[in-house]
């Protein structure tokens, strides 16, 4: 069994994220799935579709949820799966760093993997001019 990753984003970042990825790691290890949020579509069907793709992509460890914004659609969504029958934890403000770091832990539990998420993240956000 291992934690699952599932990134609900607008449009194709997530998606655009996975790729990047699988580009630097060839075969990923943990399974990572998009589900791209569209502004033309009914926000509310997209519960339905995150509740099939989380259940799907559930291994008995829980599931780790990334969205891009927090307080926006697809992080409403990610939202509405929380009190679920199994694990699942959601992280707002996904970036590559902290995709890099999930994968380079894929033993972590799923509490430990969202606080290396978090940190991930927040390491990789750095002022470019003041190392230079």
Do not use: W
Request: net charge negative; proline share 5%; charged share 15%.
């Amino acid at each position: 069994m291992s934690i699952s990753i599932l990134l609900i984003t607008h449009d194709d970042i997530g998606i655009s994220l996975i790729g990047s990825l699988e580009q630097m790691f060839g075969q990923l290890p943990l399974t990572i799935k998009a589900l791209p949020i569209r502004h033309e579509s009914e926000p509310l069907s997209f519960c339905y579709h995150a509740e099939n793709f989380c259940s799907r992509l559930n291994e008995g460890d829980g599931v780790l949820v990334l969205t891009d914004l927090f307080g926006a659609t697809p992080c409403n969504i990610a939202c509405s799966l929380i009190h679920n029958r199994y694990p699942v934890r959601v992280i707002a403000g996904v970036n590559l760093p902290m995709l890099i770091k999930i994968m380079n832990n894929p033993k972590e539990s799923l509490d430990n993997l969202a606080k290396l998420a978090i940190k991930g993240g927040c390491q990789g956000i750095l002022d470019v001019n003041q190392l230079m």
